[in-house]
């Protein structure tokens, strides 16, 4: 297990080493210039004080040249100067980081008990009415693009029946310190629903399947003739055999689950580490763009290693070694 570990500290590292590297090779290749994207704001900038701007930020080197001023100030753990916001790097993410977090660590839990419920209620009821329904539910969603859903809830629930706010983190013009836990609450459920609802899909098909393997094997059906009610079956059988894969497979859903809380965040206006990332990449600021790159790569391999652990405890021969992981 150490050895295995060690071996995925090492391709994190090369990871975030090529992503960095893609990054920055990558904003240098669009259109963009970061200096034209500030000064857009400040037309009263004179083309001598753009000259000193591109200085002080070090635009004026070359790629290869600000990428290693740049990864040798994050080897003394500085993410360097966001161009956009003039404040640190790190203390915008960690202002947006808890926003973000929030709004998937509740998608991911809600998604993978309601996907897990629906697949397993789907297997138990295979072939019936139900069945079909949860199937063409699984199937319409993994269908739609995150960004329609947010729209499509947005217009019924904000627009039309206006029973919650169309976006932001908390009414416009009110202080934090006037802010309730209600509004934070009201504003939240649509974005965190959105999540919940594309991530149902995933567990919920997978789960249905496993559990129609289960509902197959001999001790199961040993067990219907003992005269064990279907409930005495999912409980002492079916739960314990599926639902470690199922949470394995709701850990490898973390990189669709910060993918999709970027399209979210951004037809919310909710001010997360996703719209973040989208503001930075669209106006050019790579300090910002790259932090938020390399925290989000941590969080996706966290959530594979997870993964890959429990997959380990539930498949012995990866253990073995008999199958590569």
């Known amino acids: 297990m150490s050895q295995k570990i060690l071996m995925r500290f090492l391709r994190m590292i090369t990871l975030m080493l090529g992503l960095s590297i893609l990054t920055f090779w990558l904003i240098h290749l669009s259109p963009i210039d970061p200096v034209n994207a500030y000064a857009v704001s400040d037309t009263s900038m004179s083309q001598e004080q753009l000259e000193k701007l591109k200085e002080y930020w070090g635009v004026d080197k070359s790629p290869v040249e600000q990428y290693f001023s740049w990864a040798g100030a994050l080897l003394h753990g500085d993410f360097g100067m966001s161009k956009l916001y003039r404040v640190p790097v790190m203390d915008i993410i960690k202002s947006r980081a808890m926003t973000s ?59 039309w029946l206006e029973m919650f706010p169309i976006g932001l983190t908390k009414p416009i013009g009110l202080v934090d310190a006037d802010v309730t836990w209600a509004d934070r609450l009201r504003h939240f459920i649509l974005p965190a629903l959105t999540l919940s609802l594309l991530g149902v899909a995933n567990i919920a098909m997978h789960t ?18 003992r005269g064990e009610t279907t409930w005495e079956i999912f409980k002492n059988h079916g739960f314990r055999n599926s639902i470690i894969p199922a949470i394995s497979i709701q850990f490898a859903y973390f990189s669709e689950l910060f993918g999709g809380s970027v399209l979210a965040e951004q037809v919310f206006a909710y001010p997360g580490l996703g719209s973040t990332l989208t503001t930075a990449g669209l106006k050019g600021d790579l300090p910002l763009l790259l932090g938020i790159i390399l925290i989000a790569s941590v969080f996706v391999f966290v959530g594979n290693f997870i993964a890959d652990i429990l997959n380990t405890i539930v498949d012995p021969r990866i253990k073995r070694g008999d199958i590569r992981c």
């Open 101 to 159: 977090f929030a709004l998937m660590g509740t998608a991911w839990l809600l998604s993978g008990v309601f996907g897990y419920i629906l697949g397993a209620v789907a297997a138990i009821k295979r072939g019936k009415l139900l069945d079909r329904f949860i199937k063409w539910y699984s199937y319409v969603l993994v269908s739609i693009p995150t960004f329609l859903l947010a729209l499509i809830l947005l217009l019924v629930f904000a627009v």
């Open 208 to 225: 249905r399947e496993k559990m129609i393997d289960i509902l197959n094997t001999e001790y199961v059906t040993f067990a219907r003739a």
